[in-house]
């Protein structure tokens, strides 16, 4: 009994001491005074360089060019030339010797829409730009002065601003893997340099050729420190600045980022939001630059160090290079590799050969500038890329006589059906091996790549020896293929995190990587308890008082969105109308809040289905009578809001118009003797031959579940909609109380829709991004965001496919109709809103171009290319971050959508023209009969709908 009692004591004192303990850490925690959010730097234009053939604007234009877009004066220079889009400006210049050339533009970027400015270029009317891919010319962009705002005691992350300063920029070739600069071979003479602006506006001051210079070595640049006078006091200096107070960026997304895992981050705060860091995955692609400002006290050689993390890339390095004073200061500069550690690391430029580099700084300021590179990395990613292309080639030349699922007790002889296919295969095997030892040398370590190089290269070999095992093995091969093509495209992204920079005497002591134990230990007890107090999901309006207006607002998408959303708020919002935004993320549960009571006063990104099943029942406020909104409607296509209105009414704003594009592999086609198709009748006529050697066509087809079978419309579940509507004919009759499925050109239009897979056996379920990757589907049609997609995720086919609009029906003078359905997404206002004028305010606001275009750029910026938001507000898309020729495609296509109304009972439509498809197909029934069997259940759904709801007696 006694020893129970202790027990029981010496527990109770255990708990009594750790509670005192905790409560003692926690409470003796004073956050450090908040720090500015950048340097105050006045931003200077870049300063001329010296050397080379400088080819002024007034001296070197020609006649060709109009003297109307030659300015006087144009932002502080003289006799500058004003190109605006669309423009093309000619020089021309006099090279004393034959050599190659680098180019350099002087420009100061006008304002538009915050995009890089694109153009071509041509030599003596030879055009230079591969794959009729644009070059480019990067803004310089800043983060807003002054102290970081905060909400509910989280930072904000500070608004972007464009520096409008002079810029000089090398002209690089658009390859993302090598990023060399190009390289003009030009003879002794004339020779007149066109650039042809494609997007955004600049003022030109000069063009500059020069010859490239190979830069010195470390050992020779430390001869000329040692030479240089020095400073005995520099020793043990050491100055630091926090990387996150960047002073110029190339990029509107390389923003400052948050770390709270290390309690040696600086701000710190265990449980707040701190803006504390720069890069991750922000700044990843090569040609990304950021730079800051360092003062140094006196002349002398200093060290150059930074605290960074790169856990992203596993098993291998990121790279960048080092500018100091723009310029590049030794050849070892143009290389600098940050290795894979778990956590917070110290790297001294240099230290890896022993003693850090020494770099000779003169007494004031100096601007340190860190680009993103691939580095030795880039040659060799670019020869595994090749590589990958050359087995997906093998692979479709095998499925040519195997087809994809080829027959395990057939002897193909596939060696005899393609001859250079074992010479193909040992090169390959032989090549891919000596990658392997490469790439393991080169990180010093075995990693993903490696192993999966090594992997294809063995299974090769085993082709080699057993061409008979290919077709059993044909599925384990491309998925190792498929592997080793996903490693290139994560190390084609090079990650890193910095939180500080310093700069230091040779003497002085290196800081600490991380924290100690007894340090680390006190921050995760700090965090753990404010983790019961603190909601870190939290995006709730931050109100200082009781009084002020406010507004609830619903989004239905991702974390990613939501706080993109919640900093745009408190950004430029809730300061410019007073009116407090409540932003809550709830997903798939808006119809159970709003008839519980407990809605929103608006929803963003609200599927049409479920937004129209509230306007339907009442629950929605009708926007076309508020002031403002026939203005707004401008903005968008006509077609834009048609599924949103119902019975004479306007019930939501578009987000996103989503529809149809057709993309097709050039190479597979030319290969084949095939044009791409411009009607159904030409997509017909080279189906068989795609056949005969095992390849497809890829169709749009989903899969209905319940939330698409109500919400998302039927606009792009699969193909037939938009064959109707090529036809001529209308789902739904104008009085929208039945179909017209009953029309002779419907049943045409299902005829055709269902010979695609009764005749030609299309698949119905697959990976439209992997077939046409690999060439099994050398013709697809699916969304556009397909596009970001195979741009990010196939580097090893770009320059073979394109993206064009969709095959039509022919009409009769010779024009071809290419309507396609459409999906989207909308904003909607509830009824029940208290504050109706406030509400509408906030829509306003939300669906303005800038607002619209900033969302889309922010959201690009945080999720990558992949997660691209495409706004249906037309000046916002011209805002956004697509091409410009990809935005000419794509509103060719969008000027031909039509949309498709939602009804009472709309969604039975979309079941019934499913399971009548799936009749003739699985079932094999009549065409027509399946039609109209399930055409007449459909209207009979409309009908009882439209009683049931009161919108006929």
Not at 495 to 521: F, T, W
Not at 651 to 671: G, I, N, T
Not at 815 to 823: C, L
């Amino acid at each position: 009994m006694r020893k129970k009692w202790i027990w029981l004591w010496t527990t109770f004192g255990f708990l009594i001491t750790m509670v005192l303990l905790f409560t003692t850490v926690v409470l003796t925690f004073r956050e450090q005074a908040a720090v500015e959010a950048v340097m105050e730097y006045t931003v200077e234009d870049v300063v001329t360089a010296e050397d080379g053939i400088v080819i002024k604007t007034l001296e070197g234009l020609t006649e060709n060019n109009s003297s109307a877009d030659l300015l006087p004066e144009g932002q502080g220079r003289k006799q500058v030339f004003e190109w605006r889009e669309g423009q093309a400006a000619e020089w021309e210049v006099r090279v004393p010797e034959d050599a190659q050339y680098e180019l350099s533009i002087g420009y100061f970027p006008l304002e538009g829409n915050g995009q890089d400015i694109e153009f071509m270029i041509s030599v003596d009317g030879k055009e230079l730009s591969d794959n009729n891919v644009p070059f480019s010319l990067n803004r310089a962009w800043q983060d807003e002065a002054g102290p970081l705002k905060r909400s509910n005691g989280n930072d904000l992350r500070p608004k972007q601003l464009e520096a409008e300063i002079w810029l000089e920029t090398k002209v690089s070739r658009q390859d993302d893997l090598l990023g060399t600069t190009l390289l003009l071979d030009l003879k002794k003479g004339k020779h007149v340099v066109r650039l042809q602006n494609v997007r955004e506006a600049a003022l030109i001051d000069y063009l500059r050729l020069t010859k490239p210079k190979e830069l010195v070595a470390y050992d020779k640049y430390r001869e000329g420190i040692d030479a240089a006078p020095q400073s005995s006091t520099t020793d043990s200096f050491i100055t630091s600045i926090q990387a996150e107070r960047a002073y110029l960026k190339s990029d509107a997304g390389l923003f400052p980022t948050v770390d709270r895992s290390s309690p040696l981050t600086a701000p710190y705060h265990p449980t707040k939001i701190r803006v504390n860091t720069i890069g991750a995955y922000n700044w990843d692609i090569a040609g990304q630059w950021i730079s800051w400002k360092l003062d140094v006290p006196r002349d002398g050689a200093y060290k150059i160090g930074v605290r960074y993390r790169q856990n992203k890339l596993k098993g291998s390095f990121t790279s960048r290079k080092v500018y100091v004073d723009g310029k590049i200061p030794f050849q070892e500069m143009s290389d600098v590799r940050f290795d894979n550690q778990s956590g917070w690391s110290v790297k001294e430029l240099g230290e890896e050969t022993g003693e850090p580099y020494l770099f000779y700084l003169t007494k004031g300021t100096h601007e340190l500038k860190m680009e993103v590179t691939l580095g030795q990395m880039a040659p060799f990613l670019k020869s595994v890329q090749d590589h990958v292309f050359q087995l997906n080639d093998v692979y479709r030349k095998i499925i040519m006589i195997t087809g994809v699922r080829p027959d395990p007790y057939r002897d193909y002889e596939i060696q005899k059906s393609i001859p250079d296919l074992i010479p193909a295969l040992e090169t390959l095997a032989k090549e891919m091996k000596e990658r392997s030892e490469q790439l393991e040398l080169l990180t010093g370590r075995q990693n993903q790549g490696s192993r999966s190089l090594l992997q294809v290269s063995r299974q090769l070999e085993g082709f080699i020896d057993r061409p008979d095992t290919i077709p059993k093995k044909l599925e384990s091969y491309i998925n190792n293929v498929t592997a080793l093509a996903d490693w290139i495209i994560n190390t084609r992204y090079q990650p890193l995190e910095l939180d500080y920079i310093y700069v230091a005497g040779e003497q002085a002591e290196r800081p600490k990587e991380d924290a100690p134990l007894v340090q680390k230990s006190i921050h995760e007890i700090r965090a753990f308890t404010g983790s019961f107090f603190e909601n870190y999901d939290s995006l709730g309006a931050d109100v200082t008082d009781g009084e002020g207006k406010s507004i609830n607002v619903w989004l239905g998408l991702g974390r990613d969105q939501a706080y993109v959303v919640k900093r745009m708020v408190d950004e430029s919002f809730t300061p410019n109308s007073g009116i407090n935004v409540d932003v809550n993320l709830v997903r798939n549960a808006l119809v159970v809040g709003v008839m519980a009571g407990k809605g929103p006063d608006i929803n963003l990104f609200t599927r049409r289905g479920e937004a129209m099943d509230l306007a339907i029942r009442g629950a929605l406020s009708p926007l076309d009578g508020l002031s403002g909104f026939d203005t707004m409607k401008k903005q968008y296509m006509p077609s834009a809001f048609e599924p949103y209105e119902y019975e004479g009414h306007t019930y939501a704003v578009p987000d996103e118009q989503e529809f149809f594009m057709m993309y097709y592999r050039e190479d597979v086609l030319k290969d084949l003797g095939l044009e791409p198709p411009e009607t159904w009748e030409d997509l017909m006529k080279i189906a068989p031959d795609l056949q005969n050697k095992n390849l497809q066509v890829g169709l749009p087809y989903e899969n209905l579940d319940a939330n698409q079978l109500k919400d998302r419309g039927i606009g792009t579940l699969n193909l037939f909609p938009t064959l109707l509507m090529q036809n001529g004919v209308s789902l739904y009759n104008d009085k929208h109380d039945a179909t017209r499925l009953n029309d002779p050109k419907a049943y045409q239009a299902f005829e055709q829709w269902t010979d695609f897979y009764k005749l030609y056996d299309y698949p119905l379920y697959k990976s439209d991004y992997f077939r046409f990757r690999t060439g099994e589907m050398p013709v697809v049609i699916a969304s556009y965001k397909l596009f970001n997609v195979l741009s990010v995720a196939a580097p090893e086919i770009s320059g073979n496919w394109k993206m064009v609009s969709i095959p039509g029906v022919k009409q009769a003078d010779g024009s071809i109709k290419r309507i396609s359905a459409a999906t989207g997404t909308s904003a909607i206002m509830l009824k029940d809103a208290k504050d109706q004028e406030s509400a509408w305010e906030f829509m306003q606001w939300w669906n303005s171009p800038e607002i619209q275009s900033q969302f889309a750029r922010e959201l690009e910026n945080e999720t990558g290319k992949i997660g691209r938001k495409t706004p249906a507000n037309l000046e916002a898309f011209k805002r956004s971050k697509w091409g410009a020729a990809e935005q000419s495609i794509l509103l060719d296509q969008w000027r031909e959508v039509q949309e498709i109304p939602e009804l009472p009972g709309s969604y039975y439509t979309t079941r019934s023209i499913d399971n009548a498809f799936r009749g003739v197909i699985f079932q094999w029934k009549n065409p027509r009969e399946s039609l109209n069997l399930w055409n007449k259940q459909i209207n009979e759904e409309i009908k009882r709908k439209r009683f049931e709801f009161g919108v006929e007696p």
